[in-house]
């Protein structure tokens, strides 16, 4: 392990701007009131107190903030005697939960510049941080943020916003620019890359010129990522209620390749527009239902990501003899132990994912008794709308989900009809009853002795 120097000094006091209350639009009654507790008990005690990052960002905006995170002076232990209701965590850098019932306030100390190596912040030969203990003082602490944006502190003292980046002017100005130099900050941690995008499209934001040059020459650092990390990271990009762009700006800058590289593959090889249609469809119906306040699960949207290299292999399979269902079976085995390679899909997740992959050959069942077998399953319904996504971008018969819809709002009598075998001629079934009937008058009717 090796310390990295930075090329850049870090923030000063004489150049750091303050806000007046008069100059920005942050109010306290946006503010959560635990975390106005956590500020002003902070103070009371001495300590310097900040909302810091993304709330700050987020009110500057208009916008409700997902949570609040305060910043101090106080180390870790201090503030866990300041507060009983506090518990440490964290290994990298040590934080203060301070629990208020299910609202969680976190509460951080000050990050140091790091410029040495210690027994406290260490780096690997390629300049990531692995390990980052080291406390410091405020204009330290703005050197260690990622973005302008988010390095803008809110002080309770006396309401005003203090900014030593220039993140005031970059937020009006709707620019998402880096701190320091972009290759050395990526170097650092490469997920910044994927939290550029994110925050880019969330705050409908124009990345920065060098940020974006970076970006484009770093991409294979995230190779080095752990695939769980980068889990993580997709499920925060595309379950934020702004998927579809997202994924737009990922494969521009190339950063889709390394999570989905099995996805941007079959992408390359469209017929009509496919896959790309099934996979843009998704993506609209997930950011539609977060628009809406609906629920949306994580398999579904990965299942349509990995459903097109899905479907070659088990096509390829059926070529050399497997039949359907087990072709389907070995092919989702085969992609998710490829894919989590890449992003470290959780057990629960990647097992919901072929249920509903699974399901998709037995809907060309439609005779006997396999329809209701296949309603009763866990995950029909995950199915069923997997198979109208498919039939509305052209991937199925839109006859055969127009069916399942009929049967699964039809009555049992009504079902049983529409999963009767296909009839014969009407001749036929006379020719059946007049055998029937000589049959039966040609015998004598039995009699008991």
Not at 66 to 79: E, I, L, R
Not at 127 to 140: F, K, P, S
Not at 395 to 409: M, S
């Amino acid at each position: 392990m090796i310390g990295v120097a930075r090329n850049e000094t870090v923030p000063v006091a004489g150049q750091v701007k303050v806000y007046s209350r008069a100059e920005h639009n942050i109010s306290r009654s946006q503010i959560s009131e635990n975390a106005l507790k956590v500020l002003y008990r902070l103070q009371k005690e001495g300590f310097d107190a900040y909302l810091v990052g993304g709330c700050v960002r987020d009110l500057l905006l208009g916008r409700e903030p997902k949570d609040f995170d305060v910043v101090t002076n106080a180390d870790p232990d201090q503030v866990r005697k300041v507060f009983r209701n506090c518990r440490l965590i964290g290994r990298r850098f040590r934080l203060a939960h301070v629990h208020f019932g299910r609202e969680i306030i976190e509460v951080a100390t000050f990050r140091g510049a790091g410029e040495e190596q210690n027994d406290r912040q260490v780096l690997n030969k390629e300049g990531r941080l692995l390990r980052d203990n080291v406390y410091g003082t405020i204009e330290e602490d703005v050197w260690r943020r990622d973005f302008t944006v988010n390095a803008l502190y809110y002080n309770i003292k006396d309401f005003s916003v203090v900014d030593y980046v220039g993140g005031m002017a970059d937020h009006k100005a709707g620019m998402l620019r880096l701190i320091g130099d972009p290759e050395m900050r990526f170097r650092e941690d490469p997920v910044r890359m994927l939290r550029a995008v994110r925050f880019a499209v969330k705050l409908g934001f124009k990345l920065d010129t060098e940020c974006e040059k970076a970006i484009h020459n770093d991409v294979q650092l995230l190779a080095d990522i752990p695939s769980a990390r980068l889990y993580d990271e997709a499920i925060k990009l595309f379950l934020s209620g702004y998927a579809l762009q997202t994924f737009e700006v990922l494969r521009h800058y190339g950063l889709f390749q390394v999570l989905f590289p099995a996805t941007e593959n079959s992408l390359a090889v469209e017929e009509d527009g496919f896959p790309r249609l099934l996979l843009i469809k998704a993506l609209e119906n997930s950011d539609n239902r977060i628009a809406e306040g609906k629920t949306v699960t994580a398999y579904f949207l990965l299942a349509a990501f990995l459903w097109e290299p899905v479907r070659i292999l088990a096509k390829a399979k059926m070529a050399q003899g497997e039949i359907e269902v087990i072709a389907y079976q070995d092919a989702a085995s085969e992609v998710i132990a490829r894919q989590i390679r890449s992003t470290a899909l959780p057990r629960h997740i990647s097992m919901a994912m072929r249920e509903v992959w699974s399901l998709q050959p037995k809907f060309n069942a439609r005779i006997g008794s396999k329809p209701s077998r296949l309603i009763g399953h866990p995950r029909f319904r995950a199915g069923y709308d997997f198979l109208l996504l498919r039939a509305e971008t052209g991937g199925v018969d839109p006859e055969l989900a127009e069916w399942w819809t009929r049967y699964q709002n039809a009555d049992e009598n009504e079902q049983r009809k529409m999963t009767q075998p296909p009839r014969r001629g009407q001749n036929s079934k006379a020719g059946r009853k007049r055998s029937y009937h000589k049959k039966a008058k040609d015998s004598a009717p039995k009699t008991e002795s």
